[in-house]
């Protein structure tokens, strides 16, 4: 049975392909999950992601980062905010600093899906996806 929430899938893809060091990890195609890719690889978090296939059948290849000889995931750990049950809004005053800055908060936004960082500038709030560090 298909996942209801796509976010969490991707999440949990992206996961568990850094905790195996999988070179790349492929995901199901949609709007969201390649807005986070895109999110991910500004952010040096992801090497490059592309859409692969077509129709039904379309899917995001993620590119993931290691560093050094030991090959440690850039993304040390990936934690879902919001979710289906229980979504969580903040405005831009309100929006959590991950880490202290050191990680990001992914936001959806009117204006798309952005940084905590760039939300706080341009002073739009909207729905906390999830944290990266």
Excluded at 32 to 37: F, G, L
Excluded at 90 to 102: A, Q, Y
Excluded at 124 to 130: K, P, T
Aim: hydrophobic share 35%; aromatic share 6%.
């Amino acid at each position: 049975m298909p996942s209801t929430d796509t976010i969490s899938d991707m999440l949990t893809r992206i996961r568990n392909a850094c905790m195996v060091q999988h070179e790349t990890t492929v995901v199901p195609f949609n709007k969201m999950n390649r807005n986070i890719a895109r999110v991910l690889k500004e952010e040096g978090f992801i090497d490059s992601y592309e859409e692969v296939g077509e129709g039904l059948k379309k899917q995001v290849l993620i590119s993931l980062r290691y560093q050094g000889r030991n090959r440690k995931p850039i993304i040390k750990k990936l934690q879902r905010v919001s979710r289906p049950g229980l979504r969580v809004y903040s405005n831009h005053k309100e929006l959590p600093r991950v880490l202290g800055g050191i990680g990001i908060a992914i936001v959806s936004t009117s204006s798309g899906i952005m940084t905590d960082r760039e939300a706080r500038k341009r002073r739009i709030g909207g729905e906390v996806l999830c944290y990266v560090w």
